[in-house]
């Protein structure tokens, strides 16, 4: 004699005490089982992440399609309660299957536009709900894009601040500069130099960095390293010695003003 579900005996025994005789297909209803997220790296661009963009991509996704025939479906584990005798039960488990309509894999391709917005940063996502793996028996997974910064010929970003290095001259270092540096939209940063400029020096530009992800109306800073491009020709005598003539009073200079050694 077999009984099952809410015939079970010990369930009419020990039912509304705390004791959890119910079967696992009870235990996990309400669990529609899931298929695995896909996570792909969508490369973009610093120009991309400084003005916002949608990018096209092209899935090849597997879709279940009707097939002919059954197929075992919806298994789970069930405890069957049978009766030895008078007062004695045992219980044991057993796998329970439903029979559903056959299905058969196919690959579907898909146009997605993903939005890659202003000041995204690496590791950031985009999803895209049941683009995933597909379940023969329950709901797909998702689509999930993880933003990864293009390398950058002429800024590096560090947050919401730029790096960037720019060559002057020898002359324009020790006589002042007046130069423009493209920006990732294509606006200028106009850089201005009137004194003597080192090698390495920094000039900072605040409001001209990449966009604040939370608040696109809050900008970091550009940061300008000046690298002097030192000349390769050879001077004459006389050039030479005007060289040294003005460093020299350089030199003095900063002795009599009490300047020596900075």
């Not at 966009?211 to 109306?217: A, R, T």
């Not at 940061?223 to 491009?229: F, L, P, R, S």
Request: charged letters at 30%; a negative charge; hydrophobic letters at 30%.
């Amino acid at each position: 004699m077999y009984m099952e579900g809410n015939m079970d005996p010990f369930a009419s025994f020990f039912g509304g005490f705390g004791f959890d005789f119910d079967d696992g297909h009870q235990r996990g209803r309400g669990e529609t089982p899931r298929g695995a997220d896909v996570v792909i790296d969508l490369w973009v661009t610093l120009e991309e992440l400084y003005s916002g963009n949608f990018v096209e991509v092209v899935r090849n996704k597997p879709v279940f399609r009707p097939a002919s025939g059954t197929r075992r479906c919806n298994c789970r584990q069930e405890m069957v309660t049978r009766q030895l005798g008078p007062g004695r039960f045992a219980m044991t488990q057993q796998q329970v299957c439903d029979e559903c309509p056959n299905v058969k894999l196919e690959s579907e391709e898909r146009l997605l536009e993903v939005e890659v917005e202003q000041g995204m940063k690496d590791g950031q996502e985009q999803r895209f709900v049941a683009e995933g793996e597909p379940h023969v028996d329950g709901d797909p997974g998702d689509l999930i894009f993880k933003i990864q910064t293009r390398p950058h010929p002429r800024f590096e970003r560090r947050g919401d601040d730029l790096y960037t290095n720019v060559t002057v001259s020898l002359s324009d270092a020790l006589t002042g500069f007046d130069m423009e540096i493209e920006h990732l939209d294509g606006h200028k940063v106009r850089v201005q130099r009137e004194k003597v400029t080192w090698p390495g020096a920094r000039i900072r530009k605040k409001g001209e960095g990449m966009p604040n992800y939370e608040n696109n109306n809050l900008f970091g800073t550009m940061y300008i390293t000046i690298d002097v491009d030192f000349p390769k020709k050879e001077f004459s005598e006389e050039e030479k010695e005007n060289l040294r003539d003005i460093i020299q009073q350089e030199s003095k200079f900063k002795v009599y003003n009490g300047l020596d050694g900075y």
